[in-house]
């Protein structure tokens, strides 16, 4: 049974995506293969991502005055996300320069633009009280975030929180998440520690656990995603084979799919089978909210699949 809505508080973004056949070095111009315009964003991204998984959202950011900031809030409303919450600010709303090379490995220049002016002044309690579950990322300022966490902490209200693009958490933060999700990279800036295969993210998991965080999600590529709980439970979840053709927004498609998961109550391995999923999906297909699958296709994939191969180890 679901309650109350997932609250995204969060980045929204025009994402400016150009193919290349490979990476330029420093100081090289190359050609490119093509610019195309996608919403995007981690707060949007794993908006939808919760969205098209069948839960009720709601959008807090802030786009520009520019003309994205009309696209990027009618696109959010086609996804069925309550925008009420979103602010226009004056100027530009945040633009992400994302490179794909050939192999669909992609590289990332963020602006903020209107995301870096969301303030905890622009935050409406009767929004919060709502919420049954509060999804948080790093495109916003940390200030505002972390007022959030604490306003979440007072009203029991569970923290799913992305710690994207990473820095370090303070043990006062700590205990404010419910749940921490990272890549290998975030991981190993917020723990201090190497984060390459399973057996070091068990470490860096462990670290954090014992520090105050309910469940540590740790997602490592095509080697699959670590899980571990403050109950002794750890868990590998393989990564679904598939052929990757762009990894843009791989991680908020999974974090989006995650949160529905648990929002529905299923239980934390069903919902992590059921995001590495959407994520192995959203590598298939180009583009950040376009390439985020809906919960029949999730579904499908996993019935086709479930008897092959992504099975657990513990």
């Given at each position: 049974?679901?309650?109350?809505?997932?609250?995204?508080?969060?980045?929204?973004?025009?994402?400016?995506?150009?193919?290349?056949?490979?990476?330029?070095?420093?100081?090289?111009?190359?050609?490119?293969?093509?610019?195309?315009?996608?919403?995007?964003?981690?707060?949007?991204?794993?908006?939808?991502?919760?969205?098209?998984?069948?839960?009720?959202?709601?959008?807090?950011?802030?786009?520009?005055?520019?003309?994205?900031?009309?696209?990027?809030?009618?696109?959010?409303?086609?996804?069925?996300?309550?925008?009420?919450?979103?602010?226009?600010?004056?100027?530009?709303?945040?633009?992400?320069?994302?490179?794909?090379?050939?192999?669909?490995?992609?590289?990332?220049?963020?602006?903020?633009?209107?995301?870096?002016?969301?303030?905890?002044?622009?935050?409406?309690?009767?929004?919060?009280?709502?919420?049954?579950?509060?999804?948080?990322?790093?495109?916003?300022?940390?200030?505002?975030?972390l007022y959030l966490m604490e306003q979440a902490?007072?009203?029991?209200?569970?923290?799913?929180?992305?710690?994207?693009?990473?820095?370090?958490?303070?043990?006062?933060?700590?205990?404010?998440?419910?749940?921490?999700?990272?890549?290998?990279?975030?991981?190993?800036?917020?723990?201090?520690?190497?984060?390459?295969?399973?057996?070091?993210?068990?470490?860096?998991?462990?670290?954090?656990?014992?520090?105050?965080?309910?469940?540590?999600?740790?997602?490592?590529?095509?080697?699959?995603?670590?899980?571990?709980?403050?109950?002794?439970?750890?868990?590998?979840?393989?990564?679904?084979?598939?052929?990757?053709?762009?990894?843009?927004?791989?991680?908020?498609?999974?974090?989006?799919?995650?949160a529905s998961a648990l929002h529905k109550a299923?239980?934390?391995?069903?919902?992590?089978?059921?995001?590495?999923?959407?994520?192995?999906?959203?590598?298939?297909?180009?583009?950040?909210?376009?390439?985020?699958?809906?919960?029949?296709?999730?579904?499908?994939?996993?019935?086709?699949?479930?008897?092959?191969?992504?099975?657990?180890?513990?």
């Amino acid at each position: 049974m679901m309650r109350g809505t997932i609250l995204v508080a969060g980045s929204i973004n025009m994402d400016i995506v150009n193919g290349v056949q490979a990476f330029p070095a420093p100081g090289e111009t190359i050609t490119g293969l093509g610019t195309a315009y996608h919403p995007g964003g981690k707060g949007a991204n794993q908006a939808v991502a919760a969205a098209r998984s069948g839960c009720p959202v709601v959008m807090l950011g802030a786009v520009g005055t520019d003309l994205f900031g009309k696209s990027l809030l009618a696109s959010l409303s086609e996804e069925g996300i309550k925008t009420e919450e979103v602010i226009i600010k004056a100027g530009s709303s945040g633009m992400a320069f994302i490179t794909v090379n050939s192999s669909g490995e992609n590289t990332i220049v963020l602006s903020p633009g209107s995301n870096g002016l969301l303030v905890e002044q622009d935050i409406p309690e009767d929004r919060l009280n709502q919420a049954g579950m509060l999804l948080l990322q790093n495109e916003i300022p940390w200030p505002t975030n972390l007022y959030l966490m604490e306003q979440a902490g007072k009203r029991g209200i569970p923290v799913l929180y992305n710690a994207a693009p990473a820095h370090k958490l303070t043990a006062v933060v700590l205990p404010l998440i419910d749940t921490l999700i990272m890549n290998e990279t975030e991981a190993e800036s917020v723990t201090g520690e190497p984060v390459a295969n399973v057996n070091e993210a068990s470490h860096a998991a462990s670290l954090l656990v014992s520090q105050g965080v309910r469940h540590v999600v740790i997602t490592l590529g095509n080697k699959g995603c670590f899980y571990m709980d403050d109950e002794g439970i750890a868990v590998h979840q393989p990564a679904f084979e598939v052929e990757a053709l762009d990894t843009t927004a791989a991680g908020d498609t999974f974090i989006g799919a995650y949160a529905s998961a648990l929002h529905k109550a299923k239980n934390r391995l069903s919902a992590l089978l059921y995001a590495s999923a959407a994520s192995a999906i959203a590598v298939t297909r180009r583009g950040a909210q376009s390439s985020v699958p809906d919960e029949q296709e999730i579904e499908l994939f996993l019935l086709q699949r479930i008897n092959g191969q992504g099975g657990m180890s513990v």
